[in-house]
Each structure stands twice: as C-alpha cells, then as structure tokens.
C-alpha cells in the first residue's frame, strides 16, 4: 500500500478561502454600513464633527434625487422645522402670497388696470424686496400707470406645481382678460416633477398612457408625508462612496437616465397648460430663466432647453429667453454676468435687484408682443434711468412702492410710513419729481436698524438742502425742507449695510 503524505498544514482548500474572504467582506461591508447610518441618524452623534460633515446630503445624493432631500429633511432639528408655508393638497403650498381660495392678497390693489399674472417658482417670485421684482418694476415704470401685476411665483416650485396653481388661479381672473407670464427656470423646474419632497411635500405626477396622473393628495405635514411615502431603501455606504468616487462621465451617465422621465413629464406638464390657455383664449407667453452656472455652461443645459423650446414652438406658444438680455447688458455696461446674480443669504444663485431688471426687460418685451404693452420708449428711458442701482424704492408697510410712485407732483403723500432699504454696500437714493408745485415736505426719520449708523442726505435740483446723521446717540430727527420752485428732491441715505431707514408721516405742502 502507497503511503500517503501529511497535508501541507499552511495550504487550504481555494473554495474555502473563498468562502471565507467572502465572509470577511460581508462582516466588513456591513460594519460600514452600519458605521455610516448611526453616523447620519444617530442622535447620540449630533455633535460629533465626523457626524456634522458626514451629514451634507450631496455626498449621498444630486438634488434631482428624492434621497438628497430625505437627508437634508432629517438634518434639520424638530423645533427648527417649518411646515410648508399655506399647505395645498393639490398643489402641496402656495406661499404667503395666495389665498386659500387661489386668489392674490394684493388683487384689489391691481383697480381696474390691465391685469399681468406671472407664475413660476422663486425666480419669479425674486429674492429681492418686491419693489426690486418684476411686480415692483411694472408698478413704478410708466406702464404702471396702466397695467398691474399679481406676482404668483412660488419659490421652490417644480414645473407641475406652476401649472396646477395657474390652473387654480387663472379662472378667477378670466373676466379681466389677462396676460398670463410663465416663468420657468431651465436648469431645475423640470426635474423637480420627479420629487415628492422638496423642503415640502409636494405632489408627484406620473404618465401612465399618456396621461398625467397624480400619486394622491400631498400630505399636510412633513412627519405625515414620511410615513406615508418612506424612501426607498438603498446602502448608504454605497452611494457615499459612488459620489465620491463617480467621475464625471458617471454622473453624466446618471444624469442621462433620468433624463427621458423628465423630459416626457415637462412636455406632457407644459401640453397640458397650453392647451387650457389656448382654450381660455387668454394672452401668454413663457419667460425662460437660467442659472449663472447655466449661463456660463450651456452644455449641460442644453437638453433641458431644447426640450422646453421644441414643445413650446410645436404648440405654437410665444416664448422669450432671459438670457440674451443678461449678455447683452453685460457686454454693454462692462460687467462680468455674476454681477446680476445674489452673492450673499437667500439671495445666493438668484438675480440681484440689477438682474431682475435685466429681465425685466425681457418681460417688458413679451408684453409688447404678446399685448401691445411694454418696450416703448418711456420705459425704455425709465430703465435706463435705474439701471444698475439696488434697492432704490421705497415701501409702505408690507406693500413695496417704488420711486416713481411717489411722483406726486405738489399733491400730499398719503403713506403713514416710508420704509427705505440700502443696498449690501450701505446706499439708497428715492427721487420725488415736484414740477414746482411743492412748497415743503415735513416729516421724521428714523433709523430701523438694531446697529449701526444712516446719514440723511437730501438734495433740490442737486442742491443740499439738509444733511442728518442718525445712530446709536440720535435714532430720529425731523424734517421740514423748503421746496418752493423746485422741481425734484433727492434723498440719499448712506452708512451701514441693509440699514433700514423710516419716512414717518411725510406731506408735501
């Protein structure tokens, strides 16, 4: 008999070290896993600073993603959580600007003028004071003496959601024979009609047959919301490393995948709008917007466009592009195109108070096109006038009214309060036009802001008729300025940065 050699002890069977370096990736990836979910939801790990920047939910997620806004929800403390602002169950809110009856708050403010209703999500509702918006802007410019408009832009709003709320709104206003504006952002209102969460609850629409059909009533509460509609599982760990280790290409190809969902939701969403206008016989046109990363490259919103456009000019509905405006502008006043966007708080990745009226005059145009308002030469001249400067009006109570407003010319100001904003630089600047018919204005100033400093300067015919300093030491000084003869008066307030400066009681005599 063969005897048989002893094993070799060190050797082991392929299969079962596979087995078992399987098993120790199992245990590992699981760890991790683990390691990773008690890191974001763990309460116990609030405070750690591994925690806090593990926590950002662009290492998870795009914010085209529902998952993004999952974490972002779970990040934000309970006794810092805000419910939607005038929770809709159809339309999932409507901001503080619209009644609960799909009405405008400032409707009967708008008297019997030429009614302009513009829709869209917060670049059309802006992120300036609504005296800088396009609301503020129609006010003020000459067309103001005879066209008013509700502003109904909702920030955070998808495509979907501006539709649903155009078409809850519009029939109140039909016998007024409106023009209806539909500001649509390129570069997110599309693909949020694949979210049913974005800071809220909001309604999630699918194409089943062609048809556009809703997934149920929006929740009333963000807790609701999350207990009826959970996000689906996924590995945590999985994803922070897919982001982190995604190329571009990757992303790209991510990107791409979503990308004939969405393009088959906005064209059914803008089908849909057109064909309930174009019924209502009503005048309308659609106003583009882009983002400065947009602006600066094309390339990756290009799709985006052209899915908007070729649906719009297959309808057969008028449309106007913001940004031939901002590039032209910037060309011609040597500015870089950042300069029309926000730099600081809700302001960041917005137009600034110069780009909405950049914008404005893209509005402007649909108007005079669409309705025979807007680009005449008077209101060219009047935004030649303004252009440039930031937060030049000034407001009465919560209702924005700008400097051409107060134009009146010898007759008194019936405002109790004047409320002027300076711009992030610390400057104002409010122009009455008295045509020689005023012999004083009288009143007080008086300095709103908790800190700092204002200094009052006010000017006839450009000349100084009183120059006041308010501060810590005197907060408030009144006012008596002889006006006899002259033909304009100029306030100029400087000093600290977003000083807020009251007019009390102001009366030309």
């Not at 683990?34 to 890191?39: A, E, H, P, S």
């Not at 309705?371 to 060219?380: I, K, M, R, T």
């Not at 004047?418 to 012999?439: F, H, Q, V, Y």
Request: some cysteine.
């Amino acid at each position: 008999m063969q005897r048989r050699l002893p094993s070799d002890p060190l050797a082991v069977k392929p299969n079962k070290l596979a087995l078992r370096a399987a098993f120790v990736v199992v245990v590992a990836a699981l760890l991790f896993e683990g390691t990773v979910r008690f890191l974001l939801f763990a309460d116990v790990a609030n405070d750690w600073s591994i925690a806090k920047g593990l926590r950002e939910p662009w290492r998870f997620a795009g914010t085209q993603e529902q998952h993004y806004w999952y974490l972002q929800d779970r990040g934000v403390p309970d006794e810092r959580r805000d419910e939607a602002p005038n929770h809709d169950p159809v339309i999932g809110w409507v901001g503080t600007n619209v009644t609960s009856e799909h009405g405008h708050v400032d409707e009967a403010k708008t008297a019997e003028r030429q009614l302009v209703l513009l829709y869209g999500d917060s670049y059309a509702q802006c992120t300036t004071s609504p005296g800088d918006c396009f609301e503020g802007l129609l006010n003020d410019s000459p067309l103001g003496r005879t066209t008013a408009m509700l502003n109904f832009g909702v920030g955070g709003f998808g495509l979907d959601q501006i539709v649903l709320l155009a078409e809850a709104s519009l029939p109140r206003y039909l016998d007024r024979d409106p023009i209806v504006v539909v500001g649509i952002l390129l570069d997110d209102d599309l693909d949020r009609c694949l979210l049913d969460f974005r800071c809220w609850p909001k309604p999630r629409y699918e194409l089943v047959d062609g048809a556009l059909v809703s997934s149920g009533e929006v929740a009333p509460t963000i807790a609701e919301h999350w207990r009826r509609r959970p996000p689906a599982p996924i590995s945590w760990a999985w994803r922070l490393c897919a982001r982190a280790w995604a190329s571009g290409a990757a992303e790209a190809g991510a990107a791409a995948e979503r990308r004939a969902e969405v393009e088959a939701l906005a064209t059914a969403w803008l089908e849909r709008l057109e064909s309930r206008l174009a019924a209502a016989k009503v005048r309308r046109f659609y106003l583009l917007f882009e983002y400065l990363d947009g602006l600066q490259t094309p390339d990756a919103l290009q799709w985006r466009k052209d899915c908007v456009v070729r649906t719009l000019e297959r309808l057969g509905a008028p449309w106007i592009a913001t940004k031939p405006f901002l590039v032209e502008a910037a060309a011609r006043d040597g500015r870089e195109l950042a300069e029309y966007f926000g730099r600081v708080g809700r302001n960041v990745g917005h137009f600034n108070a110069r780009g909405n009226q950049v914008a404005f005059r893209a509005l402007l145009d649909g108007l005079e096109r669409v309705g025979g308002l807007g680009s005449n030469s008077e209101n060219e001249a009047w935004l030649a006038e303004i252009a440039g400067v930031v937060h030049p009006h000034a407001s009465r109570g919560a209702t924005p009214r700008g400097k051409s407003r107060f134009e009146f010319a010898g007759r008194e100001l019936h405002e109790d309060r004047l409320t002027i904003e300076c711009d992030a630089e610390g400057g104002a600047r409010l122009t009455w036009k008295l045509l020689g018919r005023s012999s004083e204005l009288r009143g007080s100033a008086a300095l709103a802001s908790t800190a700092g400093s204002a200094q009052l300067r006010w000017l006839a015919d450009g000349a100084e008729l009183a120059l006041e300093s308010l501060g810590d030491e005197r907060r408030t000084a009144a006012f008596a300025l002889p006006l006899a003869g002259r033909r304009e008066l100029a306030l100029e307030v400087t000093g600290t940065p977003n000083a807020v400066v009251f007019l009390n009681s102001p009366a030309f005599d």
